[in-house]
Protein backbone atom coordinates (compact mmCIF):
# COMPACT_ATOMS: atom_id res chain seq x y z
CA UNK A 1 0.00 0.00 0.00
CA UNK A 2 1.35 3.22 -0.79
CA UNK A 3 0.20 6.01 1.88
CA UNK A 4 1.03 9.28 0.21
CA UNK A 5 0.46 11.00 -3.08
CA UNK A 6 1.43 14.46 -4.49
CA UNK A 7 -0.74 15.84 -6.73
CA UNK A 8 1.57 18.60 -8.80
CA UNK A 9 -0.67 21.79 -9.98
CA UNK A 10 1.18 24.36 -12.46
CA UNK A 11 4.72 24.27 -12.63
CA UNK A 12 5.30 20.99 -10.81
CA UNK A 13 4.08 18.88 -13.55
CA UNK A 14 7.27 16.98 -12.69
CA UNK A 15 8.88 15.35 -9.54
CA UNK A 16 12.15 13.45 -9.16
CA UNK A 17 11.33 10.21 -8.08
CA UNK A 18 14.11 7.12 -8.39
CA UNK A 19 12.47 3.54 -9.91
CA UNK A 20 9.74 5.72 -11.90
CA UNK A 21 7.20 4.53 -13.62
CA UNK A 22 3.58 5.21 -15.27
CA UNK A 23 0.87 2.69 -14.25
CA UNK A 24 -2.33 3.21 -15.51
CA UNK A 25 -5.68 3.16 -13.16
CA UNK A 26 -8.90 2.46 -14.41
CA UNK A 27 -11.66 3.93 -12.37
CA UNK A 28 -15.48 4.57 -13.16
CA UNK A 29 -14.20 8.05 -14.30
CA UNK A 30 -12.09 6.89 -17.00
CA UNK A 31 -8.50 5.96 -16.61
CA UNK A 32 -5.34 7.77 -15.75
CA UNK A 33 -2.08 7.29 -15.93
CA UNK A 34 -0.02 8.37 -12.44
CA UNK A 35 3.34 7.47 -12.25
CA UNK A 36 4.68 5.35 -8.66
CA UNK A 37 8.51 6.25 -7.63
CA UNK A 38 10.61 6.65 -4.56
CA UNK A 39 11.57 9.48 -2.58
CA UNK A 40 14.38 8.26 -0.65
CA UNK A 41 13.14 4.64 0.37
CA UNK A 42 8.98 5.67 0.42
CA UNK A 43 7.16 4.46 -2.50
CA UNK A 44 4.34 7.22 -3.57
CA UNK A 45 2.27 8.46 -6.37
CA UNK A 46 2.87 11.46 -8.35
CA UNK A 47 0.13 12.69 -10.05
CA UNK A 48 0.43 15.99 -12.75
CA UNK A 49 -3.05 17.76 -12.49
CA UNK A 50 -2.76 19.27 -15.67
CA UNK A 51 -0.50 16.34 -17.10
CA UNK A 52 3.08 16.17 -18.08
CA UNK A 53 2.78 18.99 -20.88
CA UNK A 54 0.07 21.15 -18.69
CA UNK A 55 -2.58 20.55 -21.46
CA UNK A 56 -5.32 19.90 -19.45
CA UNK A 57 -7.25 23.22 -18.23
CA UNK A 58 -8.30 23.63 -14.46
CA UNK A 59 -12.11 23.55 -15.48
CA UNK A 60 -11.51 20.07 -17.71
CA UNK A 61 -9.54 18.60 -14.99
CA UNK A 62 -10.83 15.16 -14.77
CA UNK A 63 -10.78 15.69 -10.65
CA UNK A 64 -13.29 12.68 -9.76
CA UNK A 65 -10.83 10.09 -11.80
CA UNK A 66 -7.57 11.21 -10.04
CA UNK A 67 -8.39 11.32 -6.81
CA UNK A 68 -10.48 7.68 -7.20
CA UNK A 69 -7.32 6.32 -8.75
CA UNK A 70 -5.49 7.59 -5.50
CA UNK A 71 -7.82 5.69 -3.11
CA UNK A 72 -7.44 2.68 -5.36
CA UNK A 73 -4.20 2.62 -5.24
CA UNK A 74 -4.54 3.02 -1.30
CA UNK A 75 -3.57 6.69 -0.65
CA UNK A 76 -4.17 8.03 2.68
CA UNK A 77 -2.60 11.40 2.33
CA UNK A 78 -2.39 13.27 -0.44
CA UNK A 79 -0.34 17.06 -0.93
CA UNK A 80 -1.02 19.02 -3.56
CA UNK A 81 0.64 21.93 -4.58
CA UNK A 82 -1.44 25.22 -6.26
CA UNK A 83 -0.84 27.93 -7.54
CA UNK A 84 -2.03 30.96 -5.68
CA UNK A 85 -3.04 35.03 -6.18
CA UNK A 86 -2.72 37.05 -3.24
CA UNK A 87 -5.89 39.35 -2.24
CA UNK A 88 -4.22 39.85 1.17
CA UNK A 89 -1.82 42.12 1.98
CA UNK A 90 -0.68 40.39 4.60
CA UNK A 91 0.39 37.54 1.79
CA UNK A 92 3.11 38.18 -0.32
CA UNK A 93 4.61 37.09 -3.80
CA UNK A 94 7.12 33.70 -3.51
CA UNK A 95 5.37 32.67 0.19
CA UNK A 96 4.06 29.08 0.46
CA UNK A 97 0.35 29.00 2.25
CA UNK A 98 -1.38 26.14 3.54
CA UNK A 99 -5.03 27.22 2.96
CA UNK A 100 -7.23 25.89 5.74
CA UNK A 101 -11.01 26.86 4.17
CA UNK A 102 -12.38 27.50 0.75
CA UNK A 103 -15.20 29.79 -1.11
CA UNK A 104 -16.48 27.60 -3.97
CA UNK A 105 -17.44 29.84 -6.99
CA UNK A 106 -16.91 27.03 -9.42
CA UNK A 107 -19.92 25.89 -11.94
CA UNK A 108 -19.41 23.39 -14.11
CA UNK A 109 -17.21 20.87 -11.95
CA UNK A 110 -18.38 17.41 -11.01
CA UNK A 111 -18.67 17.90 -7.31
CA UNK A 112 -19.28 14.34 -5.67
CA UNK A 113 -18.42 10.82 -6.20
CA UNK A 114 -22.81 9.96 -4.15
CA UNK A 115 -24.99 10.94 -7.10
CA UNK A 116 -28.04 8.97 -6.11
CA UNK A 117 -29.20 5.86 -7.47
CA UNK A 118 -27.09 3.53 -6.37
CA UNK A 119 -24.07 5.21 -5.07
CA UNK A 120 -26.50 6.66 -2.60
CA UNK A 121 -26.55 10.18 -0.69
CA UNK A 122 -23.74 11.88 1.07
CA UNK A 123 -23.12 15.13 2.81
CA UNK A 124 -19.81 15.14 3.95
CA UNK A 125 -18.38 17.10 6.62
CA UNK A 126 -16.48 20.21 5.64
CA UNK A 127 -15.87 22.13 8.96
CA UNK A 128 -11.65 21.24 8.40
CA UNK A 129 -11.65 20.79 4.38
CA UNK A 130 -7.72 20.62 4.64
CA UNK A 131 -6.30 18.17 6.94
CA UNK A 132 -4.99 19.84 10.01
CA UNK A 133 -2.24 16.86 10.43
CA UNK A 134 -0.84 17.16 7.09
CA UNK A 135 -0.67 20.85 7.18
CA UNK A 136 1.07 20.30 10.58
CA UNK A 137 3.60 17.73 9.12
CA UNK A 138 4.22 20.22 6.08
CA UNK A 139 5.00 23.38 9.14
CA UNK A 140 7.27 20.81 10.73
CA UNK A 141 8.78 20.08 7.82
CA UNK A 142 9.46 24.02 7.04
CA UNK A 143 10.92 24.45 10.37
CA UNK A 144 13.26 22.32 9.79
CA UNK A 145 14.29 23.39 6.72
CA UNK A 146 14.21 26.69 7.67
CA UNK A 147 11.39 27.81 5.25
CA UNK A 148 9.01 30.39 5.90
CA UNK A 149 5.21 29.00 5.33
CA UNK A 150 1.58 30.35 6.66
CA UNK A 151 -1.00 27.65 8.27
CA UNK A 152 -4.06 28.92 7.35
CA UNK A 153 -6.04 31.13 5.16
CA UNK A 154 -8.99 31.31 2.98
CA UNK A 155 -9.04 29.74 -0.50
CA UNK A 156 -11.35 31.19 -3.16
CA UNK A 157 -11.77 28.80 -6.02
CA UNK A 158 -12.75 30.53 -9.45
CA UNK A 159 -13.88 28.65 -12.66
CA UNK A 160 -11.59 29.92 -14.72
CA UNK A 161 -9.92 29.56 -17.35
CA UNK A 162 -10.14 32.99 -17.65
CA UNK A 163 -8.28 35.33 -14.35
CA UNK A 164 -11.05 37.28 -12.51
CA UNK A 165 -12.01 41.15 -12.66
CA UNK A 166 -10.93 43.42 -10.37
CA UNK A 167 -14.58 43.75 -9.50
CA UNK A 168 -14.88 39.97 -8.75
CA UNK A 169 -11.45 40.48 -6.42
CA UNK A 170 -12.69 43.16 -4.62
CA UNK A 171 -16.34 40.38 -3.98
CA UNK A 172 -14.14 38.19 -2.93
CA UNK A 173 -12.19 40.01 -0.36
CA UNK A 174 -14.90 41.50 0.95
CA UNK A 175 -16.21 37.79 1.60
CA UNK A 176 -12.81 37.03 3.41
CA UNK A 177 -10.77 35.33 0.90
CA UNK A 178 -7.02 35.75 0.84
CA UNK A 179 -6.06 33.78 -1.84
CA UNK A 180 -7.56 33.16 -5.15
CA UNK A 181 -6.67 30.02 -7.92
CA UNK A 182 -8.58 27.17 -10.00
CA UNK A 183 -8.39 24.13 -8.87
CA UNK A 184 -8.81 23.47 -5.00
CA UNK A 185 -12.69 22.60 -5.28
CA UNK A 186 -13.70 19.84 -5.77
CA UNK A 187 -10.36 18.30 -5.62
CA UNK A 188 -10.32 18.84 -1.47
CA UNK A 189 -13.85 18.15 -1.51
CA UNK A 190 -13.81 14.53 -3.05
CA UNK A 191 -10.39 13.67 -1.03
CA UNK A 192 -12.85 14.62 2.16
CA UNK A 193 -15.28 12.25 0.45
CA UNK A 194 -13.40 9.26 -0.10
CA UNK A 195 -11.97 9.08 3.56
CA UNK A 196 -7.99 11.02 2.43
CA UNK A 197 -6.23 13.42 4.40
CA UNK A 198 -5.56 16.16 2.13
CA UNK A 199 -3.48 19.42 2.13
CA UNK A 200 -2.52 22.16 -0.75
CA UNK A 201 0.44 24.34 -0.76
CA UNK A 202 0.20 27.33 -2.01
CA UNK A 203 2.52 28.90 -4.31
CA UNK A 204 2.01 32.64 -3.89
CA UNK A 205 2.80 33.65 -8.11
CA UNK A 206 1.17 36.86 -8.09
CA UNK A 207 -1.05 39.64 -6.57
CA UNK A 208 -4.74 39.14 -7.45
CA UNK A 209 -6.16 41.33 -10.52
CA UNK A 210 -6.21 44.61 -9.58
CA UNK A 211 -4.30 44.73 -6.78
CA UNK A 212 -1.04 44.26 -9.10
CA UNK A 213 -0.26 47.20 -10.40
CA UNK A 214 -0.11 45.74 -14.32
CA UNK A 215 -2.52 43.41 -16.15
CA UNK A 216 -2.01 39.33 -14.81
CA UNK A 217 -0.31 37.10 -17.23
CA UNK A 218 0.12 33.47 -17.72
CA UNK A 219 3.42 34.23 -18.14
CA UNK A 220 4.18 35.48 -14.60
CA UNK A 221 2.82 33.27 -12.66
CA UNK A 222 4.37 30.41 -14.63
CA UNK A 223 8.04 32.34 -14.09
CA UNK A 224 7.04 32.36 -10.10
CA UNK A 225 6.10 29.39 -9.71
CA UNK A 226 9.17 27.89 -11.55
CA UNK A 227 11.44 29.86 -8.88
CA UNK A 228 9.10 28.20 -6.36
CA UNK A 229 9.33 24.85 -7.23
CA UNK A 230 13.09 24.11 -5.65
CA UNK A 231 11.77 24.66 -2.23
CA UNK A 232 8.41 22.92 -2.85
CA UNK A 233 9.82 20.30 -3.75
CA UNK A 234 12.17 20.00 -0.54
CA UNK A 235 9.76 20.70 1.41
CA UNK A 236 7.49 17.89 0.55
CA UNK A 237 10.64 15.38 0.38
CA UNK A 238 11.25 16.67 4.19
CA UNK A 239 7.44 15.83 4.72
CA UNK A 240 6.59 12.87 3.45
CA UNK A 241 9.85 11.69 5.72
CA UNK A 242 8.69 12.46 8.67
N1 LIG B 1 -6.28 33.83 -10.10
C1 LIG B 1 -6.68 32.56 -10.33
N2 LIG B 1 -5.84 31.55 -10.35
C2 LIG B 1 -4.53 31.79 -10.15
C3 LIG B 1 -4.07 33.10 -9.90
C4 LIG B 1 -4.98 34.16 -9.87
O1 LIG B 1 -4.63 35.34 -9.65
N3 LIG B 1 -2.71 33.01 -9.76
C5 LIG B 1 -2.40 31.69 -9.89
N4 LIG B 1 -3.49 30.96 -10.13
Not at 72 to 87: D, I, M, N, Q
Not at 101 to 129: A, I, N
Not at 184 to 204: D, K, Q
Request: charged share 20%; proline share 5%; hydrophobic share 40%.
Amino acid sequence: MIHYALIGGTGVEHFELSEQRVIKVKTPYGTVEPMIGKLDKRELVFMSRHGRDHATPPHLVNYRANIWALRELGVRKVLATAAVGSLSPEIHLGELVLPDQFLDFTKSRPQTFYEGGQQGVLHVDMTEPYCSTARQLIIEASDHLGFAVKNGACYVCTEGPRFETPAEIRMFQRLGAELVGMTSVPEVVLARELGMCYATIGMVTNEAAGISAHPLTHAEVMESVEKLGVNVAKLIEETVEL
